[in-house]
């Protein structure tokens, strides 16, 4: 009777840090499942830096730019939307972030440089048309010095802070999150596995509850990581410029806090679905 007594006892506590390590491994393929397929996903860092309102906020600063040249000059600024079209924008920042984000077969550094070249010869001729109609002399040395202060400020204007460290993040961080993507996904089986089989198998509902237990809690963590970090996030505002960026930046990052918190209450779902498997075999049992 000694014996038996010990070895439920035995089982109990082997069940318990079985449990435990088994929620682990959950939470943590949770969080390298955001980090693979959101966080440091490149596809969908990109489509955050070339939606409409980002392409938006580029071309309206660059456009007040060149109207301040243009007024400073005594030129009309009348061509100057068609000029630095929603399109023309739309393919200097494509160009970008084809290169520095996903780097795409194809797109290089000089892509981007040629869209922005290709809007200032066009404003060049803008000029050179005007000062031709108020015959004024053409000083074509002065025109290409205004192409090249807009061309530096386009390209000032299109480049995102860090873009070289994001870079190496993705180059480093993707392959390291599926690593532990795989790894956590290996002891979450072999853990799960050892710890259904554990013990007698009519009190096998209890190892199947504990696994339920495993996937609340670790749905529970997830959902209380998501929220620690969005406190810390409004305590500490990010300092960002420009505004567009800003926005993009914030828009991506609540996506990702989101992310982890389907994840959360996705193993929540899990968890009652395992829980509700665990009576139905306890009420076999006993029926």
Same mark, same amino acid.
Request: charged residues 20%; negative net charge.
């Given at each position: 009777?000694?014996?038996?007594?010990?070895?439920?006892?035995?089982?109990?506590?082997?069940?318990?840090?079985?449990?435990?390590?088994?929620?682990?491994?959950?939470?943590?393929?949770?969080?390298?499942?955001?980090?693979?397929?959101?966080?440091?996903?490149?596809?969908?860092?990109?489509?955050?830096?070339?939606?409409?309102?980002?392409?938006?906020?580029?071309?309206?600063?660059?456009?007040?730019?060149?109207?301040?040249?243009?007024?400073?000059?005594?030129?009309?600024?009348?061509?100057?939307?068609?000029?630095?079209?929603?399109?023309?924008?739309?393919?200097?920042?494509?160009?970008?972030?084809?290169?520095?984000?996903?780097?795409?077969?194809?797109?290089?550094?000089?892509?981007?440089?040629?869209?922005?070249?290709?809007?200032?010869?066009?404003?060049?001729?803008?000029?050179?048309?005007?000062?031709?109609?108020?015959?004024?002399?053409?000083?074509?040395?002065?025109?290409?010095?205004?192409?090249?202060?807009?061309?530096?400020?386009?390209?000032?204007?299109?480049?995102?802070?860090?873009?070289?460290?994001?870079?190496?993040?993705?180059?480093?961080?993707?392959?390291?999150?599926?690593?532990?993507?795989?790894?956590?996904?290996?002891?979450?089986?072999?853990?799960?596995?050892?710890?259904?089989?554990?013990?007698?198998?009519?009190?096998?509902?209890?190892?199947?509850?504990?696994?339920? *237990?495993?996937?609340?809690?670790?749905?529970?963590?997830?959902?209380?990581?998501?929220?620690?970090?969005?406190?810390?996030?409004?305590?500490?505002?990010?300092?960002?410029?420009?505004?567009?960026?800003?926005?993009?930046?914030?828009?991506?990052?609540?996506?990702?806090?989101?992310?982890?918190?389907?994840?959360?209450?996705?193993?929540?779902?899990?968890?009652?679905?395992?829980?509700?498997?665990?009576?139905?075999?306890?009420?076999? *049992?006993?029926?």
């Amino acid at each position: 009777m000694t014996s038996s007594y010990s070895e439920s006892k035995l089982i109990l506590f082997l069940r318990t840090i079985l449990s435990f390590l088994l929620a682990i491994s959950i939470s943590v393929v949770g969080v390298a499942f955001c980090f693979s397929t959101n966080f440091l996903n490149s596809t969908k860092i990109e489509k955050c830096f070339t939606d409409y309102s980002y392409i938006s906020g580029v071309r309206e600063n660059v456009i007040s730019f060149v109207d301040d040249v243009y007024l400073r000059n005594g030129l009309d600024s009348e061509n100057v939307d068609n000029i630095v079209s929603i399109d023309a924008v739309k393919s200097v920042v494509e160009g970008y972030t084809g290169y520095y984000i996903t780097q795409r077969v194809g797109f290089d550094e000089n892509m981007y440089i040629k869209s922005i070249s290709s809007i200032c010869d066009n404003l060049k001729l803008d000029i050179k048309e005007q000062i031709k109609l108020t015959n004024q002399t053409d000083d074509t040395k002065a025109v290409d010095n205004l192409g090249s202060d807009i061309s530096d400020y386009f390209i000032n204007e299109i480049n995102i802070p860090g873009i070289s460290r994001l870079e190496t993040l993705l180059n480093v961080g993707i392959p390291a999150s599926y690593g532990v993507l795989g790894g956590s996904l290996f002891f979450l089986v072999a853990i799960g596995l050892i710890l259904i089989f554990l013990g007698e198998k009519d009190r096998r509902y209890r190892s199947v509850s504990a696994v339920s *237990i495993s996937f609340l809690t670790a749905g529970f963590f997830e959902i209380f990581l998501a929220g620690i970090v969005l406190i810390i996030s409004n305590l500490k505002k990010f300092d960002i410029y420009p505004v567009y960026l800003s926005d993009s930046f914030m828009h991506y990052f609540y996506t990702c806090i989101l992310t982890v918190v389907v994840t959360g209450l996705l193993f929540i779902v899990i968890s009652l679905a395992v829980s509700t498997l665990a009576w139905i075999n306890k009420s076999k *049992i006993k029926g």
